[in-house]
């Protein structure tokens, strides 16, 4: 089955940058699309950034400008560059892969941002 695994996550100071990772198995990854997700204590799950297989990109409004999401087909890697960070951004990270109906979650990996 697929796996999906996060990394990259951490303590940042407001201003500061972080890049996450997520690597996914299987020899179809090309074909999924690809998002990152993420939930803070007492929030709702909400959309970060988002990747289609055609290499689109989505982002929440939260987050444009800051974030960039991209991936490497050869890798079977996605990625989230993580700007101006600000202590509204600390939350757990999802990395969520699709195709079709089928849905794909990592285990997340913490995000915090405090001076």
């Known amino acids: 089955q697929v796996q999906v695994v996060e990394s990259g996550g951490g303590l940042v100071q407001p201003g500061g940058s972080l890049r996450l990772s997520c690597a996914v198995s299987?020899?179809?990854?090309?074909?999924?699309?690809l998002g990152w997700y993420r939930q803070a204590p007492g929030m709702q799950r909400e959309l970060a950034a988002f990747?289609?297989?055609?290499?689109?990109?989505a982002y929440g409004d939260s987050v444009k400008g800051r974030f960039t999401i991209s991936r490497d087909n050869d890798k079977n890697m996605m990625y989230l560059e993580m700007n101006n960070l600000k202590s509204d951004d600390t939350a757990v990270y999802y990395c969520?892969?699709?195709?079709?109906?089928?849905?794909?979650w990592g285990q997340g990996t913490q995000v915090t941002v405090s001076s």
């Open positions: 969520n892969a699709q195709l079709g109906e089928k849905n794909f």
């Open positions: 299987g020899n179809t990854f090309s074909l999924f699309h």
């Open positions: 990747i289609y297989s055609n290499r689109i990109t």
